[in-house]
């Protein structure tokens, strides 16, 4: 009788962590009671950690976004500045005459016909 005490603190003194590096905890009545609550807050925890995975992805991809539409606007006034500049009538008239073509600046306003 001695000895099953002594085999019963045995087991005993391992304590938790013996418990848990063994297996043993998972034949615990609380743990085995308890199982399907377990599995759900493990359920909820990889569902926190997916979505909080595909939050920052999309935190991402909007940073990348808003940094090539600054870029695509430089690219447009920049654009702009240039079809504003070679549309300038001094420019163009410029151009005429060193294309040597036939066009010429109008000496007469124009006016309209009725």
Known sequence: MEEKKAQ???KKKGGIFYKIYSGNI??????T????LFALVVFYIIIY??????????LHQISDLKEEVKILKYDVLT???????????S???KYVKESESELGIATQ???LIE
């Open 91 to 93: 420019h163009i008239e």
């Open 109 to 111: 306003p124009p006016f």
């Open 26 to 31: 998972l034949r615990d009545e609380r743990i």
């Open 49 to 58: 950690i997916s979505n909080r995975y595909a939050f920052q992805q999309e």
């Open 8 to 10: 019963k603190k045995k």
């Open 33 to 36: 009671k308890n199982a399907g």
């Open 79 to 89: 654009q702009q500045s240039e079809l504003s500049e070679k549309s300038r009538q």
